[in-house]
């Protein structure tokens, strides 16, 4: 069995960042959008205090997600 690489860390998008610039990685956005690396065909979950917030499958070794549901504000 091959275990695939686990993807890299989820980066949030431009659009989703609403702090003082659009990469400080800061925002007020409740339904933020992700993007990172995985191995194609991978499912990448999203998970926020150990709840899976989101789920997807790379595709062409890259991901994008965000939440199903409205984060919790703070």
Known sequence: TIIPAAP????ISPESDS????GDGVTR?????????A?????VRLLVE???????A???G???LAP???LAVG
């Open 8 to 11: 890299s860390s989820p980066t």
């Open 19 to 22: 702090g003082a610039s659009n």
């Open 29 to 37: 956005n409740r339904t933020p959008s992700f993007f990172g690396l």
């Open 39 to 43: 191995p194609s065909g991978s499912t």
């Open 50 to 56: 150990g709840v899976v917030v989101a789920t997807t």
């Open 58 to 60: 790379a595709t062409g």
């Open 62 to 64: 890259r991901y994008t």
């Open 68 to 70: 199903d549901a409205p």
